[in-house]
Every structure is written in C-alpha cells, then in structure tokens.
C-alpha cells in the first residue's frame, strides 16, 4: 500500500490530541485569570478556595490542598495565608487529629465561590455551542481521561462518580436515567456524572473495577458519519 503525503508527515493521533487539549487549556486559563482578578485573588488561591469548599465543613489538610492543586507546599502555604487575611478561609484544628490544622472557607468565601460558579467564561460558552449528544460524549471521555491519569499516579485521586462504592452503572433500561446512586437511592442519567462530588465514598478495589468494566464498555460510542 503506497504512503499518502499526510502518512509521512502526520504526527500520532493522541500527540495532536494533546496539542488540541494544550489550547484549551490557554482559553481556560485566560478565563480563570480574569475571573481570579475581579474576585482579587490569583489564579492558585482560587483553585484552593474552590477545592476547599467543596470539601464542606470537615476542610482540608495543607498537604491535601497542595497536592491536588500539583504545587509544592510552599506556594500552598502562601495561598491559604492570603485566603485567610482575606477572611475567606480559616484554620481551625482538625475534627480527625487535634494536633494537626484544617482549613476551612468562610461564610465571604462560600460567597465568593457561589458568584464564581455563576460566572460563564468562553470555554463554557464554546462547549455550549456542542450539542447535548456531543456534550455527553465529551464528558464520558473527559471522565475516561481522568481516570487513566488517576491510575497511572499523574493526578491525585478524584471524587468521581465512577469510583465510588455508591454507583451502579447502566442498572436501569431507560436511557436517560440509566446509572443508580444507592446513597440516595435514585436513578440519574450520564449527564449528572460528577467530577467532584462531595459524597463521594471510594469503591474497594474489586467492586470499582467491575463498575468500570460495566460502564466503559457501555457507554455511547460516537455517531457515524452523516448521524
């Protein structure tokens, strides 16, 4: 079979992939930076301000925070150490270990985080312009993603849906509400898979693979051509 011009010059399909994802991630950080600014934070001490509410009233250990945040805890200590003179987060002594320190975000900085979340940036407004199959499709495989970076160690653990010991892929027929969550004992559909969610209980080993398993391999593959 002869060579095309593009078999000798193309670069591997997961490279350009990433080079795709890389601009993405420049609009985005734009977005944060500009949504950082009008809160008077930077970018970091938002990221820290946001994993910490969603961690509810508990808080979070410093390491925890520098860790998902994927920076050294120095640069962690010093965003706390602003969130705090702002009157965003405090620290209090850890229900779990009174020798050790948990912060936890203020009532301003709950308030800070909620105006935040009603912020559109351009990335949102870019994926809105997706259809909702094409927007279901992309958070199935930004979940696939994320789950291969949390194997291979690249990433902390994450509080998905798909890890956790309360999910039941594909337990119902109806295809919009396929998934059950038996903490509250309901079913909901792949576009209310979370990324982050605060009830979030790891699944052991054995039962998290076997939902993988189940969920991977029936989850919508992309439509054909002229679908």
């Known amino acids: 079979m002869s060579m095309t011009p593009f078999d000798a010059i193309s670069t591997p399909l997961p490279r350009r992939l990433r080079e795709g994802l890389d601009r993405i ?7 944060e930076w500009g949504v950082a600014e009008e809160a008077g934070l ?14 509810g009233e508990a808080g979070m250990r410093l390491r925890a925070v520098a860790e998902h945040l994927g920076v050294t805890q120095p640069t962690a200590t010093d965003s706390i150490a602003a969130l705090v003179r702002k009157g965003l987060a405090v620290k209090l002594p850890d229900p779990a270990d009174k020798r050790a320190v948990a912060i936890r975000v203020t009532q301003a900085g709950c308030d800070v985080v909620r105006a935040i979340g009603l912020a559109m940036t351009s990335a949102e407004q870019a ?3 997706l259809s909702p199959r094409e927007q279901q499709m992309l958070l199935d495989l930004v979940i696939k ?14 509080r998905l849906c798909v890890t956790c010991r309360h999910f039941r892929p594909y337990a119902h027929e109806d ?5 059950h969550c038996a903490l509250v004992d309901a079913p909901f559909g792949g576009r209310h898979l979370r990324l982050d969610c605060p009830e979030h209980d790891p699944a052991p ?11 991977a391999h029936r989850s919508p593959e992309p439509a054909g051509p002229g679908a």
């Open 175 to 179: 295809a919009e509400l396929p998934h």
């Open 145 to 158: 993603t994320i789950r291969a970076l949390q194997q291979a160690k690249a990433i902390p653990p994450q």
């Open 25 to 31: 991630a420049a609009a985005m950080r734009s977005d």
């Open 42 to 55: 930077t970018p970091t001490q938002l990221h820290a301000l946001t994993f910490i509410a969603g961690r």
């Open 127 to 129: 994926l809105e312009t």
């Open 205 to 215: 080993a054995p039962a998290r693979e076997e939902a993988w398993s189940v969920f």
